[in-house]
């Protein structure tokens, strides 16, 4: 049976509601595929509890790569490895000060750090 589709049947629950969004179709060309994209990148960026530490940090003080290092524990290189990241998403950037490379949150970093509090899982009693 190679090359048969398998057609899928969507539940009557739900048809009025597709049909009423102009068919199933419509929703899946609809969906905001570059916002996907750059939703999915910042979240990769996200997803290591290294950056995520080095985020809270900055929202407290900019800080240069060696109190960065001693913040998350790592090596230097680790640590560049993980500002690296943060500046690819957009998050953080940094400023030459004399020998020192300072780091702090960009404007959207701010925005993401500020949002933190709502994405903890609900306790439920």
């Known amino acids: 049976m190679a090359g048969v589709k398998k057609r899928f049947v969507i539940p009557e629950e739900i048809r009025v509601e597709v049909e009423e969004k102009g068919g199933f179709e419509r929703i899946i060309k609809e969906l905001p595929r570059d916002e ?5 990148k910042v979240m990769n960026t996200l997803s290591d509890p290294q ?6 940090a900055l ?3 900019r800080m240069c790569v060696c ?3 001693k913040v998350i524990g790592s090596s230097y290189s ?5 500002l690296s ?3 690819k998403g957009g998050l953080v950037h940094s400023e030459r000060l004399g020998n020192y490379f ?6 959207f970093g701010k925005s ?3 949002h933190f509090k709502k994405y903890r899982p609900e306790v439920r009693t």
């Open 36 to 40: 996907i994209r750059m939703v999915a």
């Open 51 to 56: 950056r995520v530490k080095i985020l809270y």
């Open 59 to 61: 929202k407290r003080q």
């Open 67 to 69: 109190m960065l290092r």
């Open 78 to 82: 680790r640590c560049s490895y993980h």
């Open 85 to 87: 990241k943060l500046k």
């Open 102 to 107: 300072i780091y702090s949150l960009t404007p």
């Open 112 to 114: 993401i750090v500020k």
